[in-house]
């Protein structure tokens, strides 16, 4: 384990060759032991990939579209495993005295442990670091994973970083964390690859943001099967016309909006978490010397696999 440090955010650790914030480490072990139900659903990815429209999808089909329920915020009907290691929490108590907060931010991994079956779990967690029973297949809960193209994903976490996480660096220098591993799960390349690799193994659905794009009724079919439900093609209408880019960044439930309005009370800035939805902005935003580095990387690490983006 060593530690590093760039612009915005201090102290990270590298674990298994993965980016972790070092709060990771008061929860490593609690992960490592955690107890997998097979009926449990897991919506595992890189931040930046589409996970809360993922989330909001998944969990809609498994609650036969049960949209008066799913008003509740996603955070606490779909809540992110390893959440409280993100941050220090003291320090958000300290800077919002007047907030009770749930949970779901206190204690993340005990919050998901503790809810009902079946569960729904998010978590950014690396194949690797996802807990013993389900690397050893032990227990097999459903796993949907979603991937983004890595240029997209970049851009998206680049406006993420600046909104949620104070980085006040340009865009060329937060390509430069990317493409040298120094943010939180990176390196991407290889969080895609590990959990590609695994697919035969795993009770896995493997989902491409693109493909969201191009064809969400599709995809809403296909991950219908996955979960062994039936939608009637009404039902399938419905829910993708609730989980549109507009309607999505009108819902409270999923849009953050609490957490956004406390974030820009702390680093003055403007700004929404379901930001513009689109694909390819990399090519207006992208110097032709970052897109080639990507393309490079891209090339070496994907292309032994039918990785396409
Ligand atoms: P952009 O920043 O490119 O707009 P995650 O949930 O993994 O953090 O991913 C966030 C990204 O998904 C953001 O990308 C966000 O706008 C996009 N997103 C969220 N809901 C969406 C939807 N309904 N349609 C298209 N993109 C969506």
Same mark, same amino acid.
């Given at each position: 384990?060593?530690?590093?440090?760039?612009?915005? *955010?201090?102290?990270?650790?590298?674990?298994?060759?993965?980016?972790?914030?070092?709060?990771?480490?008061?929860?490593?072990?609690?992960?490592?032991?955690?107890?997998?139900?097979?009926?449990?659903? #897991?919506?595992?990815?890189?931040?930046?990939?589409?996970?809360? #429209?993922?989330?909001?999808?998944?969990?809609?089909?498994?609650?036969?579209?049960?949209?008066?329920?799913?008003?509740?915020?996603?955070?606490?009907?779909?809540?992110?495993?390893?959440?409280?290691?993100?941050?220090?929490?003291?320090? =958000?108590?300290?800077?919002?005295?007047?907030?009770?907060?749930?949970?779901?931010?206190?204690?993340?991994?005990?919050?998901?442990?503790?809810?009902?079956?079946?569960?729904?779990?998010?978590?950014?967690?690396?194949?690797? /670091? /996802?807990?013993?029973?389900?690397?050893?297949?032990? *227990?097999?809960?459903?796993?949907?994973?979603?991937?983004?193209?890595?240029?997209?994903?970049?851009?998206? &976490?680049?406006?993420?970083?600046?909104?949620?996480?104070?980085?006040?660096?340009?865009?060329?220098?937060?390509?430069?964390?990317?493409?040298?591993?120094? @943010?939180? &799960?990176?390196?991407?390349?290889?969080?895609?690859?590990?959990?590609?690799?695994?697919?035969?193994?795993?009770? @896995? /659905?493997? =989902?491409?943001?693109?493909?969201?794009?191009?064809?969400?009724?599709?995809?809403?079919?296909?991950?219908?099967?996955? =979960?062994?439900?039936? /939608?009637?093609?009404?039902?399938?209408?419905?829910?993708?016309?609730? @989980?549109?880019?507009?309607?999505?960044?009108?819902?409270?439930?999923?849009? &953050?909006?609490?957490?956004?309005?406390?974030?820009?009370?702390?680093?003055?800035?403007?700004?929404?978490?379901? *930001?513009?939805?689109?694909?390819?902005?990399?090519?207006?935003?992208?110097?032709?010397?970052?897109?080639?580095?990507?393309?490079?990387?891209?090339?070496?690490?994907?292309?032994? &696999?039918?990785?396409?983006?």
């Amino acid at each position: 384990v060593d530690t590093f440090t760039n612009e915005f *955010r201090k102290g990270y650790t590298t674990v298994n060759g993965f980016s972790m914030p070092v709060g990771y480490r008061d929860f490593a072990e609690t992960i490592e032991n955690f107890e997998v139900k097979d009926d449990d659903i #897991w919506v595992c990815s890189f931040p930046k990939t589409g996970t809360t #429209w993922t989330q909001e999808m998944i969990w809609n089909i498994a609650n036969n579209l049960n949209f008066e329920e799913a008003r509740v915020p996603l955070s606490e009907r779909f809540p992110f495993l390893e959440f409280t290691a993100l941050f220090d929490y003291s320090s =958000l108590k300290a800077a919002h005295p007047e907030k009770e907060f749930s949970q779901s931010v206190v204690n993340s991994v005990g919050f998901v442990k503790d809810k009902p079956s079946p569960r729904f779990i998010k978590c950014h967690l690396p194949f690797c /670091l /996802l807990p013993r029973q389900i690397r050893t297949g032990e *227990r097999k809960p459903k796993i949907i994973y979603v991937a983004r193209n890595p240029k997209d994903t970049c851009i998206s &976490y680049y406006h993420h970083c600046q909104l949620l996480e104070g980085y006040r660096g340009n865009f060329d220098d937060f390509c430069r964390l990317f493409l040298g591993n120094k @943010l939180n &799960y990176t390196p991407y390349w290889d969080h895609i690859l590990d959990f590609w690799k695994q697919k035969a193994h795993l009770n @896995l /659905l493997f =989902l491409k943001y693109e493909y969201m794009k191009a064809d969400l009724p599709a995809v809403i079919k296909k991950s219908a099967a996955f =979960l062994d439900k039936t /939608l009637s093609e009404d039902q399938v209408k419905t829910l993708a016309e609730h @989980l549109n880019f507009a309607n999505m960044k009108v819902n409270p439930a999923v849009n &953050y909006e609490q957490a956004i309005i406390r974030s820009k009370k702390s680093f003055s800035i403007e700004g929404s978490f379901i *930001r513009s939805g689109q694909i390819g902005q990399w090519k207006e935003r992208m110097s032709d010397s970052m897109i080639q580095e990507f393309n490079r990387l891209m090339e070496e690490k994907f292309s032994d &696999y039918d990785l396409i983006f």
